[in-house]
Structure formats: C-alpha cells, structure tokens
Nanobody, 123 residues
Framework: QVQVVESGGGSVQPGGSLRLSCAAS??????MGWFRQAPGKEREGVAG???????SYADSVKGRFIISKDNAKNTLYLQMNILNPEDTAMYYC???????????????????WGQGTQVTVSS
C-alpha cells in the first residue's frame, strides 16, 4: 500500500520559518512534490523533485523554499523561509512512480496524496 504522511505544519509569524516532512512508503523510484491550497483557491504546485534529484519551484516561492529528499528514509522535506501571509494554506505531499521533470508541479501527474498539514502565517 502506497502512502505519504505529512507533518510539521503550524503557525508562524511573518518572516519566520517552518519545515514540513513527508514520510513515503511503498515506492522505490518516484517523483514527489508539495502542493498547497488556500481557502477559495485552487490547489497549486509549490515544489517538486524527481528521482534524479532535479527540483522545480513555483515562482512565488523561489529563493525562499527548499525541497529535499532523504532517499534512505524515504522522506521528503520542504524548508520554508521568509514566510508571509500569502503562504497560508493547507500543504499536501504527493508522490508518483510515473513522472517527468516537466510535470513536477502538476497535480494531475501525482497518484498518491497525503491528508495535508496546515500552515498559517500571521502576526
């Protein structure tokens, strides 16, 4: 059974940092990504990483967020720095065994989703 489980969300003040984690099971080689959805908005791709370690970021988070993967632990991370209120959303981890670099930020490319973890940025 393929599963991904997120953790690490919470509340932080503007300018602060958070690190999200996503533990994956059932995959050997795969792409993984982080998506977010704010109330009233569509789900958007935030960052993704393919099996070769290549990464892709949404323009809105470039230079602030860093995606990484520990293959030994099958765990995906998202280090989020210089957070602002516009980053407030439910963050989802996703994984797929069929992927391409150019699809890393496309929700339709992913087969397995976590339940999400809330990130709130507020003063």
């Amino acid at each position: 059974q393929v599963q991904v489980v997120e953790s690490g969300g919470g509340s932080v003040q503007p300018g602060g940092s958070l690190r999200l984690s996503c533990a994956a099971s059932g995959y050997t080689t795969y792409c993984m990504g982080w998506f977010r959805q704010a109330p009233g908005k569509e789900r958007e791709g935030v960052a993704g990483i393919d099996s070769a370690g290549r990464t892709s970021y949404a323009d809105s988070v470039k230079g602030r967020f860093i995606i990484s993967k520990d293959n030994a632990k099958n765990t995906l991370y998202l280090q989020m720095n210089i957070l602002n209120p516009e980053d407030t959303a439910m963050y989802y981890c996703a994984a797929t065994s069929r992927c391409s670099y150019y699809g890393l930020l496309l929700a339709a490319e992913y087969a397995t989703w976590g339940q999400g973890t809330q990130v709130t940025v507020s003063s």
